[in-house]
């Protein structure tokens, strides 16, 4: 399966202030995921990244927040912009990496913890 | 709206138990995936559940799936401190990769 490498894997960050979380594939993959993981909580998808074309948001996250690019088949970014103590989340890139009884199946980077002061 | 809920959230258990984590969802699914979590890491796949009746198991850990009743289980056997982590169900739709999580289960196996 695919191995993701995402940094940085935690920073402090001040209120007001944009902070670029890169996630990094071993392979070509065609779609990647973007999560987040707010502290004792569930992950919540917030978009998914395909090469060549922008970003498909979920209900409740939009561009001018998170955007992300995605310049290649295995790299891609997630900005946090604007960033408030709400954002204090893990956020967690993931991919589609190989195929269990026929489902494909998502591999997660080891995500990358940011605390907003 | 997909909605994925799991019980219980928190679940505290004697090494050598016998427990099940439940997962119900809302609408309709085709695939519905178990995930393990450490503190401190990433996720890690367990098991992924496709059709009505499916069951899979490793080791201690044992997954269901009744689609008709959209419901999952991951039944643990005669536990041991190991299996200590979060444990997550998600499910997906017809929309490629996407997936909706379930809260997690935070499972302690006390010695």
Redesign the interface.
């Given at each position: 399966s695919a191995v993701i490498s995402q940094k940085p894997s935690r920073d402090i960050c001040q209120r007001g202030t944009s902070l670029t979380i890169q996630c990094q594939v071993d392979s070509q993959v065609t779609m990647m995921f973007w999560y987040r993981q707010q502290p004792g909580q569930s992950l919540t998808l917030i978009a998914t990244a395909n090469q060549g074309s922008e970003a498909t948001y979920e209900s409740g996250f939009v561009i001018d927040k998170f955007p992300i690019s995605r310049p290649n088949l295995t790299f891609s970014t997630l900005t946090v912009s604007n960033m408030s103590p709400e954002d204090s989340s893990i956020y967690l890139c993931s991919v589609e990496a190989g195929v269990i009884s026929g489902a494909n199946v998502l591999t997660f980077g080891a995500g990358s913890r940011l605390t907003v002061l | 709206e997909l909605k994925v809920e799991q019980n219980p959230l928190f679940l505290s258990m004697q090494e050598g138990k016998n427990y099940t984590i439940y997962c119900n969802y809302s609408t309709t699914s085709d695939?519905l995936?178990w995930y393990r979590q450490d503190p401190g890491?990433?996720?890690e796949?367990l098991f992924?559940l496709?059709s009505n009746g499916a069951v899979k198991q490793e080791g201690r850990l044992m997954a269901s799936l009744d689609t008709k009743a959209r419901l999952s289980t991951l039944h643990i056997t005669a536990a041991v401190h190991d299996l200590s982590a979060t444990y997550?169900c998600?499910v997906?739709t017809s929309r490629?990769?996407?997936?909706?999580?379930?809260?997690?289960t935070q499972l302690t196996v006390n010695p």
């Open positions: - | 695939r995936y890491k990433s996720l796949s992924v496709l997550f998600a997906g490629g990769s996407r997936l909706t999580f379930g809260e997690g």
